[in-house]
């Protein structure tokens, strides 16, 4: 595993280093784990923006994930890590 170190832009910066997770994670997130969901960005019914400031980013596709653990005595496997940009 790599690791990646930081230019010293700032004295925080300077010493820093992180893995890199390239050989653990996927290039493309598991197809039927994803779905897109709908952000108003600001906008009532009729498409008017009524709250300022708000929308604008990437598009985001929300990652399903099993927060509760119930599954007892099945055999589980870890096959990546993930990035998530909802978390």
């Known amino acids: 595993m790599g690791i990646r170190s930081y230019r010293p832009y700032t004295p925080g910066t300077r010493e820093r280093t992180v893995s890199d997770f390239t050989e653990i994670t996927r ?3 598991e197809k039927s784990l994803t779905y897109s969901v709908h ?3 600001g906008r009532n019914n009729r498409g008017v923006i009524t ?4 929308g604008g980013g990437h598009k985001r596709l929300y990652r399903v994930i099993d927060f509760r653990r119930n599954k007892h005595n099945i055999p589980a496997k ?3 890590i993930e990035y998530d940009p909802n978390r």
């Open 27 to 29: 290039s493309e997130p």
């Open 39 to 41: 952000r108003p960005k």
């Open 51 to 54: 709250c300022r400031h708000r």
């Open 78 to 80: 870890v096959a990546s």
